[in-house]
């Protein structure tokens, strides 16, 4: 008779699979702890090169830090003060409008479709409308004093859900705090958090992992910093392109309006390269059919909107951002959907810095491979 072969199991081999999966479910418990340290993390990079330049001219890091939030305190309130009213403005004549834009693009739309299909005909149109009128009735605001007395009068009168929503303002400015104290804390030291830690590794690992982690710092840095740059002039940019027919005398454009309300969604989204830029044209193009605008006028938009993203493309993110930071659209979607899938909306915004990060210690890998000396 044959032997039987015996199966040997290495007892380390047991511990290190059910270590990971132990680390994993411990990981997915703590990922909001996780998520505001890693955003921490990635503001410290980027607040990191201004403090240590400072810290050259003899001025104190922590010293250096207070200067730089004020600095920030101050451009947010100086740009709140010179934006505010406009948006209020803005913010009203679009729901006022909005019935009346809806029913108009639904009603090009339905113009556009083949007779065979008949998903919106006028009694649907008319339905959706309705409830668009209903949803958005009771908000009349003319100023901020009304914006926040009418949520307020909501917050009374939605029981339950106001108290969650109160749980749930208080969560974010709690998170808010913890971030900027974690952020001040990791910025003010002049050891990074891998010097902190770095103990723990085996040292003849020590120096890879730290050039590695450098890298990733100094990557993450550079793209906290040139978003927010980038953010700042596709807005301006886009608020430009907006204005320029009302500027030059068109007839019966009406799309200016909004233009401040567009400036904002294209510096917001411009946090989601490659599809930001696209959703953008989007809801361009949808309010100018809503406000109805000449072809004329649309073909301008669309025109206007591809040239600023070619521009952006060819000289304006490059001059900002390192080539290491550029990345393919395909990961991009595939990023923004998998962090909207764990987290929601901040799952997707700090996709891109998570994808960073991995195209940083990927690179590296490959790399160490090609150059194992």
């Not at 339905?127 to 908000?139: F, G, H, R, T």
């Not at 454009?253 to 953008?280: D, H």
């Amino acid at each position: 008779m044959k032997e039987q072969q015996k199966v040997l199991i290495n007892p380390k081999l047991v511990f290190l699979v059910f270590g990971i999966i132990g680390g994993v479910y411990l990981a997915y418990l703590l990922k909001n702890v996780i998520i505001l340290f890693f955003i921490s993390f990635i503001l410290s990079s980027g607040f990191r090169p201004f403090v240590d330049k400072l810290e050259t001219y003899k001025i104190p890091r922590f010293v250096s830090v207070i200067l730089l939030y004020i600095g920030i305190i101050i451009f947010s309130l100086l740009i709140i003060g010179l934006t505010i009213n406009t948006f209020i403005n803005q913010l009203e004549s679009f729901t006022n409008d909005l019935p009346n834009l809806v029913r108009t693009i639904l009603n090009s739309i339905n113009d556009r479709l083949p007779e065979q299909i008949n998903i919106l005909d006028g009694e649907t149109i008319d339905d959706i409308v309705n409830s668009v009128n209903e949803q958005i009735k009771n908000l009349n605001f003319t100023n901020v004093s009304d914006l926040i007395n009418f949520s307020l009068q909501n917050l009374g009168e939605v029981g339950n859900t106001g108290v969650k929503f109160a749980s749930s303002i208080f969560t974010l400015l709690f998170s808010v705090f913890i971030v900027l104290v974690v952020t001040a804390y990791i910025t003010v030291r002049r050891q990074t958090p891998f010097e902190n830690i770095e103990t723990y590794i085996p040292e003849h690992s020590r120096a890879k992992i730290k050039k590695l982690f450098t890298k990733v710092e100094k990557g993450l840095g550079e793209w906290v910093v040139g978003q927010i740059i980038l953010m700042l002039i596709i807005g301006t940019i886009t608020y430009l392109l907006i204005q320029i027919p009302h500027i030059v005398g068109v007839d019966s454009y009406e799309l200016y309006r909004f233009a401040l309300l567009i400036a904002l969604i294209a510096g917001i989204l411009e946090a989601f390269p490659n599809i930001g830029p696209t959703l953008t044209l989007i809801i361009s193009l949808l309010l100018g059919i809503g406000t109805g605008e000449s072809l004329g006028v649309l073909m301008y938009i669309g025109v206007a909107f591809i040239a600023l993203q070619q521009l952006e493309g060819l000289f304006i993110t490059p001059n900002l951002m390192n080539k290491l930071l550029h990345l393919d659209p395909i990961i991009v979607i595939l990023g923004l959907v998998a962090g909207f899938q764990i987290h929601g909306l901040v799952g997707a915004i700090i996709s891109i810095p998570v994808v960073i990060t991995l195209r940083v210690i990927l690179r590296e890998i490959n790399l160490e491979k090609l150059n194992p000396n």
